[in-house]
């Protein structure tokens, strides 16, 4: 499969994904991708961002290709079936686990309990093993839940820029391999 026959959909986490995150990045590499955009960065809203997702996988004149990171991932798994046979493949990077009390101080978002149900489209999930904001065997549990193809990525820390990853060329690298293995028209 080539990304041109593709629109592949970046879904940034909490805050959004500055220039230097790998993201970032990519969607300026790939003639294909845009930006899931929110209208509130830093107090996401379920029910708000998964209509944002699904109103954009929807808008696809292409197949589409989810790329999230983070709580961007979990907007993604909650959005699974109303996107159902839009979406032909995601990327799950760094899943957050909104489901541990207290994830990040002073934030009460509604993004639990976090869906542990098979997704319609193939899917990879890449974690971390010194993840501060989602643990290993909660990662893999993810993995196993969704249907997920599960990468231990090491300590990679969350998987963005304060954790070193800008470019992420080996992240660059699963995607294409994910890719190879897709097929159009298939859900």
Not at 30 to 39: E, G, H, I, K
Not at 80 to 93: D, F, K, S, T
């Amino acid at each position: 499969m080539r990304i041109s026959d593709t629109d592949i959909l970046i879904v940034p986490g909490l805050g959004n994904s500055p220039p230097e995150h790998w993201q970032s990045r990519w969607q300026a590499k790939l003639s294909t991708a845009r930006r899931v955009m929110q209208d509130d960065w830093q107090q996401p809203r379920r029910e708000a961002w998964v209509n944002r997702l699904v109103e954009d996988v929807q808008a696809s004149s292409r197949p589409a290709i989810i790329i999230a990171h983070s709580i961007g991932v979990i907007t993604t798994v909650f959005a699974a079936e109303q996107i159902r046979g839009h979406v032909i493949g995601a990327m799950l990077v760094a899943p957050s686990d909104w489901d541990k009390p207290d994830l990040i101080p002073g934030y009460d978002l509604d993004f639990t309990p976090i869906p542990m149900t098979a997704l319609p489209f193939p899917s990879l999930l890449v974690a971390s093993q010194n993840d501060a904001y989602c643990d290993i065997n909660r990662a893999s549990s993810f993995a196993e839940a969704w249907g997920s193809e599960f990468v231990d990525a090491g300590d990679a820390g969350h998987i963005n820029v304060e954790s070193g990853h800008g470019p992420w060329p080996e992240g660059l690298l699963r995607l294409a391999s994910f890719l190879s293995k897709l097929k159009l028209g298939t859900q």
